[in-house]
């Protein structure tokens, strides 16, 4: 069964430090790893797109790795902000034929506190 | 312009009314999404509209009912809901991997 699953559930940092969020999936065939963030009650604004080939990418204080030989991937939150605190959500795209289908994960809520 | 619009933000609704929740994009995107997001879940696919055709409706019961006007617009005509329909509807577009989501319509149905 196609899976994401994230780690850890939720996060508490303080403001400035540094965190990583894991994500690992069983999706095959894969298409493309997504990482989301999302403000309560908003709608997903994406972080990051990476497709098989790529192993890493950033996105000003976001930059996320992917490893497709172990199905695994990360994203790491440097110098953290306030407006950091939302829910992080990685999302695999599968490839069937010509539709995509994107498989969610649970999300990983962090807090930032001053 | 990067933005998809939807609303209304907030709507009440009785089980008896009928309502219809409004999305827009104009970045020229081929195709429009609605999810359904219940708290602390993960958005559910209920359409997918392509070309301004319906091209995937994942078995969503049918007092929900999407219609495309146009290739901007997407809306959801809502009748007969239950208290449990109550959720956040996100409305979403794309033109190739890229999905772009709305704020959300946080509907409550009691």
């Known amino acids: 069964k196609n899976q994401v699953e994230q780690s850890p559930q939720s996060l508490i940092i303080l403001e400035g430090k540094n965190c990583t969020l894991q994500c690992n999936y069983t999706v095959s065939p894969f298409s493309n790893l997504r990482w989301y963030k999302q403000d309560t009650g908003r709608g997903p604004v994406s972080l990051t797109i990476?497709?098989?080939s790529e192993n890493t990418k950033s996105n000003g204080r976001y930059t996320a790795t992917l490893d497709a030989d172990t199905k695994q991937s990360s994203l790491h939150i440097t110098a953290s902000q306030l407006s950091d605190s939302a829910s992080y959500i990685c999302v695999v795209s599968e490839m069937t034929g010509n539709n995509r289908k994107l498989i969610w994960g649970l999300g990983t809520s962090l807090a930032v506190n001053p | 312009d990067t933005e998809v619009t939807q609303t209304p933000k907030h709507l009440v609704m009785g089980m008896t009314n009928k309502k219809s929740l409004k999305c827009e994009q104009h970045?020229?995107?081929?195709?429009m999404y609605w999810y359904k997001q219940k708290a602390k879940k993960p958005p559910e696919l209920m359409f997918v509209?392509?070309?301004?055709?319906?091209?995937i409706n994942e078995s969503v019961p049918s007092r929900f009912s999407p219609e495309c006007p146009n290739s901007s617009l997407l809306n959801l005509h809502l009748h007969a809901l239950q208290p449990e329909d109550s959720a956040l509807y996100l409305c979403?577009?794309?033109?190739?991997?890229?999905?772009?989501f709305g704020p959300g319509t946080r509907l409550t149905v009691t």
């Open positions: 509209y392509s070309y301004e055709k319906l091209s």
């Open positions: 990476m497709t098989f």
């Open positions: 979403a577009s794309s033109q190739e991997v890229e999905q772009y």
């Open positions: 970045m020229g995107h081929r195709a």
